[in-house]
């Protein structure tokens, strides 16, 4: 098992959970990764291809060796047990939807339960979360995950970096998320900073 779970929800933005999986095994990590099917709807949208198919540029063997995809029906992850709770969990992006039901303690499917697995057991969850505008409701289960000790971390890339181009938006999401999890990158630069990458 990994020590990174990533989990794609429905959200726009599935570029950025791509981006994340890509620089985790660029850098020779192994992930498991869940897709619900609105995020692969969203992924082939928005990217025009499969997650798998997408991410096929690492190389097929690199993916063989540091990926593994889990259906959300598949209750047979190891994951979804507090006896092998992953080091982080991330959703990226996470929709409202599913940021509701963390934040209510429903695990009706496998990306549900890592997040539950992950606030039970005090391991790092991370939700990238992308709506707007954001409601009442929403802000109020963020404030309830925030306070059962998951990072809100919503897909807000900055300016100070002056991007070029959409890729460098991404990057700089993925990056922060990075940042949050303790991983050395070349993604993005700090505030007043050369990109060390």
């Known amino acids: 098992m990994s020590d990174f779970v990533i989990g794609i929800t429905g959200a726009s933005g599935s570029i950025y959970g791509v981006r994340l999986v890509e620089e985790l095994v660029r850098q020779k990590h192994a992930v498991d990764v869940v897709i619900t099917p609105a995020g692969k709807i969203v ?27 889990w259906e959300n029906d598949d209750f047979s992850a190891p994951f979804m047990s507090g006896s092998n709770s992953p080091k982080a969990v991330v959703i990226i ?26 606030i039970k057991e005090r391991r790092q969850l991370i939700l990238v979360v992308r709506e707007t505008p954001l409601s009442l409701i929403h802000l109020e289960n963020m404030v309830k995950v925030a306070k059962a000790g998951a990072q809100i971390l919503p897909a807000m890339p900055a300016f100070y970096h002056h991007p070029a181009s959409i890729d460098d938006m991404v990057n700089f999401v993925a990056g922060k998320v990075l940042n949050s999890m303790g991983i050395k990158h070349g993604l993005l630069k700090g505030w007043r900073k050369k990109n060390s990458g």
């Open 93 to 118: 992006p996470c929709s409202v939807g599913k940021l509701a039901a963390i934040a209510n303690g429903i695990s009706g499917n496998l990306l549900e339960r890592m997040a539950d697995v992950a």
């Open 43 to 69: 992924i082939q949208e928005e990217l025009g291809t499969s997650f798998a198919a997408y991410i096929s540029g690492i190389g097929l063997q690199t993916i063989k060796k540091y990926v593994r995809i």
